[in-house]
Structures are given as structure tokens and as C-alpha cells.
């Protein structure tokens, strides 16, 4: 689990880089799909990773106003923000919490069960998404997509074998 939320990270870090060639107006551009602008979807990646998250550990999700971040330099000082507790709470994931039930008040009344195991796995898997989305206005814009490629991040690092032996 914590493998793939670093991935993530990294990731996200990677297209804070490439959106600094980037103009601001570009980033805001309404786009095809997603949720709509680069930016707002940088934004929204990270809105719903601390908002799963707070709901997890029972805490209150205050909503942020996309509004208040219309620039790279917003969007970074809020994913700061949050990355902190995002992080303690990942890195003290363990297996014990993996089943443990997740109570989700449905929109029609009804509460939906799911697994925790489940949900954040699904935190990881919404960002994936929309890093294909990112990847393909990237390629609109003719800029060269971030790599998705999980080899080469440097996240988990091999044992080193001694030759001698």
C-alpha cells in the first residue's frame, strides 16, 4: 500500500515539474473529460486523497474552493498541507485494517459497507486515472506526458548482493 501512495506522490511531483513550462492560463484551459481544468484536476487528486482519508480516521473533511487555488504554486502549498497526515496515516497502515469496515452514507439514504483495504485502494487507483487524463492534454498541448512508468522511481531499493560469497 504505502509503495503505491509514494508512487503517487512522486508522480504528482513530476507533473508539479512539468506544469512550471506550463502557462497559467494553459493550465486553467477547460479540457475534454475529467473534472475539468489541469489545475483542477491536480486539485481534485488531492481533494479526494485527503477526504478518503479523513473519513477513514473519522475525522471532518473541510472542503476546499478551487477557487482559492488557481495557480501551481497554490496547488503545491496545498497538497503540503495535507501530506503530512496523509502520510501518517499510510505509513501506520497495517494488515489488521485492512477489513475493517468503512460506513458510507449514500446520497439516497442507504449507508454502503465497504473495506478500508478497499477504499484505499481506490484512492490510489483515482489518481492513476487521472494521470492518464493529464497524459493525454498533455499530449493535446504537444508536450511530452509524465512516465507512469513505476521502475526508475527509486521505491523500493533491491538488497545488494555481495559477490564474494
Known amino acids: 500500500m504505502l509503495t503505491f501512495f509514494h508512487y503517487n506522490w ?10 512550471e513550462e506550463i502557462t497559467n492560463d494553459e493550465l486553467l484551459r477547460e479540457r475534454t473529460g475529467g473534472v475539468g481544468s ?41 497538497d503540503e498541507k495535507y501530506r503530512t497526515d496523509i502520510e501518517g496515516f499510510v505509513e501506520a497502515w497495517d494488515d489488521s485494517m485492512e477489513k475493517r469496515p468503512f460506513y458510507d452514507p449514500q446520497p439516497d439514504g442507504s449507508v454502503a459497507m465497504d473495506a478500508w483495504g478497499e477504499v484505499m485502494r481506490h484512492v490510489i487507483a483515482h489518481q492513476i486515472h487521472h494521470m492518464g487524463q493529464l497524459s493525454v492534454w498533455a499530449r493535446e498541448i504537444g508536450k511530452k506526458p509524465v512516465s507512469p512508468n513505476v521502475i526508475g522511481k527509486g521505491l523500493i531499493h533491491p538488497e545488494t548482493v555481495d559477490e564474494d560469497q
Open 38 to 78: 489541469i489545475l483542477q484536476t491536480l486539485f481534485h487528486i488531492i481533494d479526494v486523497e485527503w477526504s478518503w482519508i479523513r473519513m477513514l480516521e473519522g475525522k471532518p473533511d473541510t472542503p476546499e474552493n478551487f477557487e482559492d487555488y488557481k495557480n501551481l504554486d497554490k496547488i503545491r502549498q496545498l
Open 10 to 19: 512522486v508522480v504528482r511531483e513530476q507533473w508539479y515539474q512539468w506544469c
